[in-house]
Nanobody
Framework: QVQLVESGGGLVQPGGSLRLSCAAS????????MGWYRQVPGKQRDLVAT???????NYVDSVKGRFTISRDNAKNTVYVQMNSLKPEDTAVYYC?????????????????WGQGTQVTVSS
C-alpha cells in the first residue's frame, strides 16, 4: 500500500506565506513526477506545480514567481513554498505522485493522491 500525507495548510492573511509538505510512504520502488493541485468547491481540480525526479519544474502562470516547488527524494517528500498569497489562492490543495511499485513480480506506475489540505487566504 502507498499513502500520501499532506501537512501545512491553514489560514493566512493576504501577502502571507505557507509551506505545504507531502510525504509518500509504503512499498515504493521509485517516484517519478510529484506535484500540487488545488480545487475550489464546484470547480475542477487544477494544476499548481509539478517537479520531476530530476528536479525540473513547471508552474501554472498564476503562481509563477510566488510559489516554489521542491522535493527531497531521500524522504519521498514534495514541498511547495507559497509566498505573497492572495485570496484567490484559497482552495483545498492536493499532492500527487507517480509511484512505481512491485506487483506480482512486475513494476507498475500509478497516480496517487493525498487527502487534501485547506489553504484559506483572508483578512
Amino acid at each position: 500500500q502507498v499513502q500520501l500525507v499532506e501537512s501545512g495548510g491553514g489560514l493566512v492573511q493576504p501577502g502571507g506565506s505557507l509551506r505545504l509538505s507531502c510525504a509518500a510512504s509504503g512499498s515504493i520502488f521509485s517516484i517519478r513526477a510529484m506535484g500540487w493541485y488545488r480545487q475550489v468547491p464546484g470547480k475542477q481540480r487544477d494544476l499548481v506545480a509539478t517537479i520531476t525526479s530530476g528536479g525540473s519544474t513547471n508552474y501554472v502562470d498564476s503562481v509563477k514567481g510566488r510559489f516554489t516547488i521542491s522535493r527531497d527524494n531521500a524522504k519521498n517528500t514534495v514541498y511547495v513554498q507559497m509566498n505573497s498569497l492572495k485570496p484567490e489562492d484559497t482552495a483545498v490543495y492536493y499532492c500527487n505522485a507517480e509511484i512505481t511499485r512491485w506487483r506480482n513480480a512486475y513494476l507498475y506506475t500509478d497516480d496517487y493522491w493525498g487527502q487534501g489540505t485547506q489553504v484559506t487566504v483572508s483578512s
